[in-house]
């Protein structure tokens, strides 16, 4: 019995593309990382884990904002646990620009090169969102951003 339990804790986290908005309002559209990569969309990277209460907070908030809904298909919406980023030994890649706390957003352009310019509102912890607004902000922010970028290229 306690094998079957185990079992249906693991394969939703192995078959990730099953459950990839992770009950972040399914009608964001989440993709895969992968499949953020290969979108040609800006991508938005919401990183964080159930138990935490702060992403809680977030979560209960931004799935029901009409702006967050609004711009989210403009976007591949990305939502992954700290243990599914990327590793790139000394962490301080661009999935941990500042630090591994959570939750953050991480903003990429169309080409999946990581904005570092599009921040939240706390200048100690740049990508730590705790408010919808400002992730509304930010996402119009990436918009612009993606689309300078796109321009000057």
Known sequence: MKRVNSIGIFLPRIFK???VGDGWNDSF???SLNTARKSGKPVM???SKPSCPRCRHLK???VTHAGVKKLSPYFAMVHALPEELPQDGNGDD?????GRYVPRI???DN???FMPEVRGPISSYQYFYGEPDNVEISMVNALIAARN???ST
Not at 94 to 98: E, I, K, L, Q, V
């Open 60 to 62: 209960a908030k931004l």
């Open 111 to 113: 080409n999946f090169n």
């Open 17 to 19: 593309a099953v459950l």
């Open 29 to 31: 559209g989440w993709v």
């Open 106 to 108: 991480l903003f990429f």
């Open 94 to 98: 661009a999935f941990h620009p500042d």
């Open 149 to 151: 970028r796109h321009i």
């Open 45 to 47: 990277l919401v990183v």
